[in-house]
């Protein structure tokens, strides 16, 4: 049998690409190292102190001072024996809520005076401020208001510290009102100024 030359030359060839495609198939195929590269996605979240009085009214309701008494003192928490008034005790008060992100230092104050919210001789207007009962811790640091203390347009700490966090979000304001026997009389409002200041 006689062998071709050209016909040798010829497979060798071929083999010859096909030994060379493989070795480039491995070159592109992946076993060569290739660098990781890493992608980074940012966000900056910025502190808002937000409150919301949850409960906004409180109403004391109609009455008036007893005949012959100088006046009366009432009082929202329930405490008061309101024994010089012929109206109806009043228990309840406003509710606070930090719903910002952040803790902020509370202050309070009023939209007025007590002359012009009561009227009559030497009223007074106070207020309390305590942890809601679920809500243990949401009022820390300095207080004014820790017991009934005279409030007015001059903002006062109520709250050197109030939480946001769920669980130390509010506070319940409660008010002593002294009523003389020459208070004007009629529907009297009074605002209640809540500002909170994160720092």
Do not use: H
């Amino acid at each position: 049998m006689k062998t071709n030359i050209t016909e040798v030359l010829g497979y060798l060839a071929i083999a010859v690409i096909i030994i060379s495609l493989f070795f480039i198939s491995i070159r592109f195929t992946g076993y060569d190292v290739t660098s990781n590269q890493t992608g980074v996605v940012n966000v900056t979240i910025s502190g808002a102190g937000a409150l919301n009085f949850s409960t906004a009214l409180l109403d004391f309701g109609t009455g008036a001072v007893v005949g012959g008494q100088a006046g009366a003192t009432l009082q929202s928490n329930g405490t008061g024996l309101n024994a010089s008034w012929t109206g109806p005790k009043t228990t309840g008060q406003l509710v606070l809520e930090n719903i910002g992100n952040v803790n902020v230092s509370l202050t309070l104050s009023t939209n007025k005076t007590v002359a012009d919210f009561i009227g009559g001789t030497a009223p007074t207007f106070k207020a309390i401020v305590a942890d809601k009962a679920e809500k243990t811790g949401a009022c820390t640091g300095t207080q004014t208001f820790s017991s009934y203390a005279t409030i007015n347009q001059t903002l006062q700490t109520a709250c050197a510290v109030f939480g946001y966090a769920s669980a130390v979000d509010e506070i319940d304001i409660d008010f002593e009102l002294y009523i003389p026997n020459d208070a004007i009389t009629g529907g009297r409002t009074i605002g209640i100024v809540a500002i909170g200041t994160y720092t």
